[in-house]
């Protein structure tokens, strides 16, 4: 038998910080999902920047294809796994900007190569864009890091938006030993959560 809170934001949270104080060499990914048309969903690994009653904070790229689909249907689905303490949540909802202190506060823990590329997306060509070769988006980046020689001096650039996944509906799998494991879906109501066991 699982234990379980009535607030699954909550238990995401202390799962989370179970998994990093174990180790757990996914506790800063999880995977967006969206629909990039009618027959195509598309999938792809984003860095987890804060789980908190804010909802899940992630910095995306606007000239990226998953911020046109995400803004284009206003919906997203998140998927983490957890394997070190067997957990997996999939999580819909629709999404919040982030606030600007915020955003420049996870900006400044990127690496200078990461700020770097977020950069060449509006200096070169934008993120996911076909280029003519691996040596045409090296140089690029040399131009880049002679502009920003001092990672801690590279500004954020606009074209950064940092947003909050907000949960509407939220998706638990506790996974147990023997393989019958636990399952339980949560559904905002106005006040807080309703929940409804799954079969596994
Ligand atoms: C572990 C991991 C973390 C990643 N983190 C990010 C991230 O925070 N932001 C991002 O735009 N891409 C990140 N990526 C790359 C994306 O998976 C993806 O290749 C890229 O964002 C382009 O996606 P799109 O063309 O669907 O927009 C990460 C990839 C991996 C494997």
């Known amino acids: 038998m699982s234990d379980w809170t009535s607030d699954p934001i909550r238990e995401i949270v202390e799962d989370r910080e179970r998994a990093r104080a174990r180790g757990d060499a996914l506790v800063d990914v999880c995977y967006v999902v969206t629909a990039a048309a009618a027959d195509r969903a598309e999938a792809r690994a984003v860095t987890l ?31 983490i796994h957890w394997p070190i303490v067997r957990r997996q949540y ?11 202190e915020c955003l420049d506060a996870y900006w400044r823990r990127k690496s200078h190569g990461s700020m ?3 950069h ?5 060509h934008p993120q996911s864009a076909p280029i003519a070769s691996r040596d045409e988006f ?20 606009p074209s950064l938006a940092g947003l909050y996944v907000v949960p509407r509906e939220i998706e638990i799998w506790h ?10 879906v949560f559904r905002r109501t106005g006040s807080g959560w309703e929940s409804t066991t799954l079969v596994p």
Not at 120 to 124: L, P, S, V
Not at 175 to 184: K, N, P, T, V, Y
Request: without cysteine.
């Open 175 to 184: 996974g147990s030993e023997e393989r019958l494991h636990d399952r339980r």
């Open 49 to 79: 920047r804060d789980v908190s009653d804010r909802g899940i904070g992630l910095l995306i790229s606007r000239t990226s294809p998953k911020w046109r689909q995400l803004t284009a249907t206003g919906t997203v689905m998140l998927l």
């Open 116 to 118: 770097l590329l977020e």
């Open 90 to 100: 999939r999580i819909w909802g629709g999404t919040a900007p982030m606030e600007a």
């Open 138 to 157: 090296l140089t690029g980046i040399e131009t880049l890091r002679q502009r920003y020689p001092d990672r801690a001096l590279v500004p954020a650039p």
């Open 120 to 124: 060449y997306y509006t200096a070169f």
